[in-house]
Structure formats: C-alpha cells, structure tokens
C-alpha cells in the first residue's frame, strides 16, 4: 500500500511539472521537440528490422515444408515392384503346404 501510493505520487508529481509552461509551451513540448527525431528512427530502425525477420522467417518456413513434403518418384516399368494379378503363376498342392509347415516348424 505504502509502494503504490509513492509511485502513485511519483506519477502525479512527473505530470505536474511536464505541464509547466515555458515561452507558452509546456515542457513535455520542449523535451519532445529534441527527442522526437531520435524516437522516429527508433521506430523506424525497429520496424524495418522486424520486417527483415519476419520475412526471413517466411523463407525459412516456406523452405521447411517444402522439403517437409518429399516428390515421389513413379517408375513406369513392369519390374518397378510386385504385381499381383490374378491368381499364382504355380499352385502348390495341400500336401507340399504340409511339408512346409513341417519344415518350418522342425527350423526352431
């Protein structure tokens, strides 16, 4: 309580004497008048640099997903990959199955 009523009369006090006219201006006008051209360069400085990143950051990101989402290659060719078409080539018969089994079982 005792902090905010100090900054509160911190801030009354700074207002009071910015409004003290001198030559018919008040001094708030005389403190402006030197440093406007200073916060004018600022801002500007500050928004050209934020324009600089943010359109940095807009290549980085186009770039990003860009890469993110690979070409896929097509090949047109009848050995590009298994084709099942049809039924197999080659039946195998229930008992060659059986052997199979049994020779994978007899593996372990």
């Known amino acids: 309580m005792k902090v905010g ?6 801030v009354v006090l ?11 201006k008040p001094i708030f006008s005389h403190i402006y008048g ?11 400085t500050t928004g050209e640099a934020i324009e600089y990143t943010v359109d940095g950051l807009k290549k980085i990101t186009k770039k990003l997903f860009d890469n993110s989402n690979p070409s896929t290659d ?15 080539e080659e ?3 229930t ?5 199979l089994d049994d020779l ?5």
């Open 74 to 88: 097509s090949l047109k060719s009848k050995m590009a990959g298994i084709q099942k078409k049809g039924d197999p």
């Open 104 to 108: 994978i079982k007899s593996y372990k």
């Open 14 to 24: 700074t207002i009071l004497t910015l409004s003290i006219t001198i030559n018919d």
């Open 5 to 10: 009523l100090r900054i509160l009369g911190f």
């Open 34 to 44: 030197v440093i406007s051209p200073a916060t004018r360069l600022a801002q500007k």
């Open 95 to 99: 008992h060659e199955k059986e052997k």
């Open 91 to 93: 039946i195998i018969e």
